[in-house]
């Protein structure tokens, strides 16, 4: 009979000691970068920012692309974007390249802002300017990443702009990602 109870303290004992190391895990992770980061996107204000408008074809397209300073050195940025051109598809999901462009000339069908920033004249896509790309779903895209490509003060005066298609990451020089359909200024905050 007393084999039982002890049984059953050895389950509690071994219960217990997975729930401490459940604990140290959760702690170390803490650690990590992303909870800096997640601090940053709820509480800082951004540096600089991107307001995105679309063009002719696409008026229907708005949205923010936010640039912060982050502790570790690079650039934290978040972008969220409305009506991609796959608004209308209700359960439709697309991939859309997103680039740094070299001017921040947004006027027009945006034919004016040149090239992917490129200081290091790199073949694409490893331009400093060749940003993760949107997934726009049924319209809407929302995307937090870190880049150590460049800095704040690199990238004011110049552009974001979205493409069309998504990023082939081959083609030169820009990935084979169609027309501009967004575009905005990237201006410091005040
Ligand atoms: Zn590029």
Known sequence: MDRVPMGKNRKVTKAAGMYILVKKVFIMVQFTPRLT???????????????????????QLSGLVKFYDTPYGGVLA???????????????????AMHIHESGDCSGDFENTGGHYNPAGQP?????????????NAGYAWAAFYDKR??????IGKAV????????????PSGGSGGKIGCGEIRAEE
């Open 124 to 136: 694409h896509p490893r331009h400093a300017g060749d940003l993760v790309p949107l997934l726009g």
């Open 37 to 59: 980061f997640v601090k940053i996107l709820e509480k800082n204000r951004p540096r600089a920012v991107a307001w995105v408008t679309g063009n002719d074809m696409n008026p």
């Open 161 to 172: 702009v979205i493409h069309a298609q998504a990023d082939d990451f081959t083609t030169q």
């Open 78 to 96: 978040e972008a969220e974007i409305f009506g991609l051109p796959n608004a209308a598809e209700q359960y439709a999901t697309d991939f859309y």
């Open 150 to 155: 460049f800095s704040i003060d690199d990238i």
